[in-house]
T-cell receptor
Framework: DQQVKQNSPSLSVQEGRISILNCDYT??????FLWYKKYPAEGPTFLIS?????DKNEDGRFTVFLNKSAKHLSLHIVPSQPGDSAVYFC?????????????FGRGTQLTVWP | DAGVIQSPRHEVTEMGQEVTLRCKPI?????LFWYRQTMMRGLELLIY????????DSGMPEDRFSAKMPNASFSTLKIQPSEPRDSAVYFC????????????FGDGTRLSIL
């Protein structure tokens, strides 16, 4: 059962525009959320995270928004650059749990074209 | 700092052969995770360890799969006997404090079973 869902397998955006990647989750116990970026032939790399006590976290061109009531988070990339073309994974965890694992979505392939 | 190191990067072998994948986590990390990525199922968690002890192996697909962590700096994932449907990219990741911190991934082992 997929507890973290990324319903858009792909997104295509023009360079300079905003990219918005979406993620939904079902487990109300999740309190820590992360985004990873993955290039071909490489492992996923951590991009940005947010705790459930916040609704926004910003790091340069990347901003993550969290809507707890809707169980929804999004990653905004502004402005988008061709080097941002990659697969983006959303992940979540319940830090109160002793299990210590992350739950990943299936990923969204972002293509930024010139 | 050295990241998570996986070996081999690529493995091609015939059905029925034993396959051993290796992982060296980041020094000081107390959690180690094994994932498998396929087109059909995305990024699946197979098993993870905390302080060298297996915590959850419910993602291990069959008894043909086994994983060990004999010490804090080394883990193996073994498939015996291997089958064509085991073909995938296998990732190892490590973290501090489990789900409270980002996981750091290796670059994966691309496994092809002929």
């Amino acid at each position: 059962d997929q507890q973290v869902k990324q319903n858009s397998p792909s997104l295509s955006v023009q360079e300079g525009r905003i990219s918005i990647l979406n993620c939904d989750y079902t487990n109300s116990m999740f309190d820590y959320f992360l985004w990873y970026k993955k290039y071909p032939a490489e492992g996923p790399t951590f991009l940005i995270s947010i705790s459930s006590i916040k609704d926004k976290n910003e790091d340069g061109r990347f901003t993550v928004f969290l809507n707890k009531s809707a169980k929804h988070l999004s990653l905004h990339i502004v402005p988008s650059q061709p080097g941002d073309s990659a697969v983006y994974f959303c992940a979540a965890s319940d830090r109160g749990s002793t299990l210590g694992r992350l739950y990943f979505g299936r990923g969204t392939q972002l293509t930024v074209w010139p | 700092d050295a990241g998570v190191i996986q070996s081999p990067r690529h493995e091609v072998t015939e059905m029925g052969q034993e396959v051993t994948l290796r992982c060296k986590p980041i020094s000081g990390h107390d959690y180690l995770f094994w994932y498998r990525q396929t087109m059909m199922r995305g990024l699946e968690l197979l098993i993870y360890f905390n302080n060298n002890v297996p915590i959850d192996d419910s993602g291990m697909p069959e008894d043909r799969f086994s994983a060990k962590m004999p010490n804090a700096s080394f883990s193996t994932l073994k498939i015996q006997p291997s089958e064509p449907r085991d073909s995938a990219v296998y990732f190892c990741a490590s973290s501090l404090l489990g789900g409270s911190q980002p996981q750091h991934f290796g670059d994966g082992t691309r496994l092809s079973i002929l």
